[in-house]
T-cell receptor, first 116, second 114 residues
């Protein structure tokens, strides 16, 4: 069963606008962690932001924020004031302690293009 | 610098050859992973080692063999390379007992089998 679902293969956003990248997840464990990663065209995987299942507030890191809706099992990434350097693949991931080996499950990614 | 480092960055080889990719982390993490990223960018877990013990061994051909001499190193050896093995291979590490510990990735090894 798919643990992480990212339904937007590609997204476009105008420079300086905000964009939301969708992520839904599936787990029966009450304790889990959600992560977002950025993969620019150079290929490295960059950790952006973390949200714990028990966190009361949505996580924020600079221009990145997480719209965490636990009941809906969604953890959407919001990028404010988009910049050209934000053009990249974005992956949502979940750490599920109940899963084998405490592994991380990744979504299929969303390719974001920022238009000048 | 503290990091996950893997070598080589690029690996071009012919079918049938044997090759290795090395990975080292100096973050003090207790768990290391190998992920394969295919041409569609999908990331698939291959192996996970916790304190040198194999924890995850997903459906990966026997030609792939991980080796962890200590908890800071996890190498990947591939025998009899096939065209379908062409991909980017990422090493990563994390601390299992901290839920908020993200995966720290190496820069990847782009393997091309001709």
């Amino acid at each position: 069963a798919q643990k992480i679902t990212q339904t937007q293969p590609g997204m476009f956003v105008q420079e300086k606008e905000a964009v939301t990248l969708d992520c839904t997840y599936d787990t029966s464990d009450p304790s889990y962690g959600l992560f977002w990663y950025k993969q620019p065209s150079s290929g490295e995987m960059i950790f952006l932001i973390y949200q714990g299942s028990y966190d009361q507030q949505n996580a924020t890191e600079g221009r990145y924020s997480l719209n965490f809706q636990k009941a809906r099992k969604s953890a959407n990434l919001v990028i404010s004031a988009s910049q050209l350097g934000d053009s990249a693949m974005y992956f949502c991931a979940m750490r599920d302690p109940l899963g084998t080996g405490n592994q991380f499950y990744f979504g299929t990614g969303t390719s974001l293009t920022v238009i000048p | 610098d503290t990091a996950v480092s893997q070598t080589p960055k690029y690996l071009v080889t012919q079918m049938g050859n044997d090759k290795s990719i090395k990975c080292e982390q100096n973050l003090g993490h207790d768990t290391m992973y190998w992920y394969k990223q295919d041409s569609k960018k999908f990331l698939k877990i291959m192996f996970s080692y916790n304190n040198k013990e194999l924890i995850i061994n997903e459906t990966v051909p026997n030609r792939f063999s991980p080796k962890s001499p200590d908890k800071a190193h996890l190498n990947l050896h591939i025998n009899s390379l096939e065209l379908g093995d062409s991909a980017v291979y990422f090493c990563a590490s994390s601390q299992v007992d901290r839920t908020n510990s993200p995966l720290h990735f190496g820069n990847g090894t782009r393997l091309t089998v001709t």
